[in-house]
């Protein structure tokens, strides 16, 4: 998943068995800028086209997983106007899925029992619709606060 604090970019589940590697990734990541493209214009408008620090860029933050971190993981995003910022090794307080987001759904589905993975995705979906919670702009709050304190113990970002 994908998202920022307007709410969800990209929302896909990977189908059983199906390998979560670096080509996989990739793939994600070109639908991935589509998507930012289509939903987020604004980022890649700029003010002067001859001037590259005119341009907005669309900031990408995941773990350092081996998907995120191959070598054509990142040839795409330095060729592309995906940016990544760092994350410390071994700070999973900063991955705002695996500590905001999927901490918020397990307390929205818990106690629900759903007959076929396709239930469970669609209510997954329906949780974090825009228009039906308020979780992915306070995951992106979340995150904010969580840099906020990683810059004050010393990690510069930018």
Excluded at 33 to 48: A, D, M, S, T, V
Excluded at 84 to 113: I, N, T
Excluded at 124 to 133: D, L, V, Y
Aim: charged letters at 25%.
């Amino acid at each position: 998943m994908f998202f920022d604090e307007k709410g969800s970019i990209l929302t896909e589940f990977r189908p059983v068995g199906d390998a979560v590697n670096a080509e996989n990734y990739v793939k994600l990541l070109k639908r991935l800028k589509g998507r930012i493209r289509k939903k987020r214009p604004f980022l890649w408008e700029c003010q002067n086209p001859e001037d590259p620090q005119s341009w907005r860029h669309a900031y990408i933050h995941h773990d350092n997983a081996s998907p995120h971190m191959a070598t054509i993981s990142l040839a795409l995003m330095g060729e592309s106007d995906l940016l990544m910022l760092p994350h410390p090794p071994y700070s999973p307080d900063l991955a705002p899925c695996d500590f905001f987001l999927f901490l918020y759904l397990k307390k929205q589905l818990h106690g629900q029992r759903f007959r076929t993975l396709p239930d469970l995705q669609a209510e997954i979906k329906k949780s974090i619709a825009p228009n039906g919670s308020q979780t992915l702009p306070e995951c992106h709050t979340g995150l904010a606060c969580q840099l906020e304190k990683m810059c004050a113990l010393g990690w510069c970002l930018l």
